[in-house]
């Protein structure tokens, strides 16, 4: 009997599946954020769909596939991070956004360009 690939003579050259694995680390950042700004320790597929441009059960195989690595917890449709996920997540979200995180010249001290000569700024 032919795999689905074979009968539609489609080769997989793997991008599909880093295409899940990607969506897995998306959803575990924007599990971290969503959680990180308040909205509440649990996600559902509705809640994280907003995020995404993909369809819900794209979400729920990613949310699944999580449950199965041990970073989520699900019960119901409704999932929550387990502490070694909340932890993997933490360093996605930061890998993620460190670039944007760096101070600016804008974001200097009072009094920190008195002097050109300032140890440990540069103000180029």
Same mark, same amino acid.
């Given at each position: 009997?032919?795999?689905?690939?074979?009968?539609?003579?489609?080769?997989? %050259?793997?991008?599909?599946?880093?295409?899940?694995?990607?969506?897995?680390?998306? +959803?575990? /950042? +924007?599990?971290?954020?969503?959680?990180?700004e308040?909205?509440?320790? @649990?996600?559902t597929?509705? @809640?994280?769909?907003?995020?995404?441009?993909? @369809?819900? /059960?794209?979400? *729920? !195989?990613?949310?699944e596939?999580? *449950? =199965?690595?041990?970073?989520?917890?699900?019960?119901?449709? *409704?999932? #929550?991070? @387990?502490?070694?996920? #909340?932890?993997?997540?933490?360093h996605?979200? $930061? /890998?993620?956004?460190?670039?944007?995180?760096v101070?600016? $010249?804008?974001?200097?001290?009072?009094?920190?360009?008195?002097? !050109? %000569? !300032?140890?440990? $700024?540069?103000h =180029?």
């Amino acid at each position: 009997m032919a795999t689905p690939t074979e009968a539609t003579g489609a080769l997989d %050259d793997g991008s599909d599946t880093l295409r899940r694995l990607a969506r897995r680390e998306e +959803i575990l /950042e +924007i599990c971290y954020w969503f959680q990180g700004e308040g909205f509440g320790d @649990s996600f559902t597929a509705d @809640s994280i769909k907003t995020f995404l441009s993909c @369809s819900r /059960e794209e979400i *729920v !195989e990613a949310l699944e596939g999580l *449950v =199965a690595d041990g970073a989520l917890a699900g019960d119901a449709g *409704v999932y #929550r991070f @387990s502490p070694e996920g #909340r932890k993997k997540a933490g360093h996605l979200f $930061h /890998e993620a956004f460190a670039d944007f995180q760096v101070g600016t $010249h804008g974001g200097c001290s009072a009094g920190c360009c008195d002097s !050109e %000569d !300032e140890p440990g $700024h540069d103000h =180029a």
